[in-house]
């Protein structure tokens, strides 16, 4: 079985390739994005072509937190589109029948009942701060549910939670809420300052899932049989929720960073900054269903990634 993984150098993509490495039975094929760029119909095109692998993950996407999405809208939405389409058009046409997207929980609307099920899809207005990368990761969805009733392909869509782990970006201002503060409390061990400050409130409610979870649960649902798969799907509402189905506000999430890196200092919460969509629960009983459910508690996977943020080289990826 020859896999494509699309993004294998990110922290969703590496994860992947770690699980598909256990495995002697794939032949992975891989490319940088110095090698590829995805948003480029023809070198996707030529790409598929010659490869012609038997399956593709797409984990390759342009992501960031609030403040990245917030200050370039543009990119999120067109990168996210370009990449989609190329990827799951450039795969029908090679003939590629299996493909596995991830998207992302954003795609939800903004005040939608919690813990939000997956037929809460485009049933409301989306957070502002997210928009358009949710509407790009939606297309995404509705692209592979149209290639499979038009073309009678296999291609599925996963939503994960707010994902942490090794690889992760560790940007101050760029990264998503966990790696940020992390890299925030770390440095003001080794400043010795003596507070750290949070945007917003302190209040949102947030999932966390470590990424090798979120890896094991994609395999999960990729390697379902067809017929088990469409049990607990429909043709036009066929994506499945990966979470843990636990919250923490960002207020005990900030104390349990805190005590991971030793940070004693004070917890100043800058209320002048977006909190952002103030609860994302994701409802996981239809993958709890099917048989897989998240095993890494959020302490220990913090552990583990603050291990590993530690290893990193001063000029490499915590600097990002």
Request: with cysteine.
């Amino acid at each position: 079985m020859r896999i494509y993984v699309a993004g294998h150098s990110g922290m969703v993509g590496s994860a992947i390739l770690r699980q598909l490495r256990k495995r002697d039975d794939v032949e992975l094929i891989t490319r940088t994005s110095s090698e590829i760029d995805l948003t480029d119909q023809a070198a996707v095109r030529q790409f598929f072509q010659d490869e012609r692998p038997d399956q593709v993950i797409l984990a390759a996407a342009k992501v960031g937190g609030i403040a990245a999405n917030n200050s370039y809208p543009a990119q999120f939405i067109y990168e996210n589109l370009m990449i989609e389409c190329n990827v799951i058009h450039q795969a029908y046409a090679a003939g590629v029948e299996k493909l596995l997207q991830l998207g992302s929980s954003c795609i939800y609307p903004k005040n939608a009942d919690q813990p939000m099920r997956e037929d809460a899809l485009l049933t409301g207005t989306l957070e502002p701060t997210n928009e358009p990368y949710a509407i790009a990761k939606i297309a995404g969805i509705k692209l592979c549910e149209s290639y499979n009733r038009q073309y009678g392909t296999d291609y599925r869509s996963v939503m994960p939670t707010n994902l942490y782990g090794p690889g992760d970006n560790f940007h101050p201002e760029n990264s998503h809420v966990l790696p940020a503060l992390l890299r925030r409390f770390h440095e003001a061990v080794q400043s010795g300052a003596p507070e750290v400050v949070i945007w917003g409130s302190g209040t949102p409610r947030r999932e966390f899932l470590h990424v090798d979870d979120m890896a094991e649960a994609s395999l999960f649902v990729m390697d379902l049989e067809h017929e088990t798969y469409l049990r607990e799907t429909q043709p036009m509402l066929s994506h499945i929720n990966i979470g843990c189905g636990e919250d923490v506000t960002i207020r005990e999430l900030s104390t349990m960073l805190a005590d991971v890196t030793g940070f004693t200092g004070q917890l100043a919460f800058d209320a002048t900054k977006p909190d952002g969509t103030q609860r994302k629960l994701m409802d996981v009983s239809r993958l709890e269903r099917l048989g897989w459910k998240a095993s890494i508690a959020l302490e220990h996977g913090i552990h583990d990634t603050y291990k590993w943020f530690l290893s990193q080289p001063a000029d490499g990826l915590r600097d990002q």
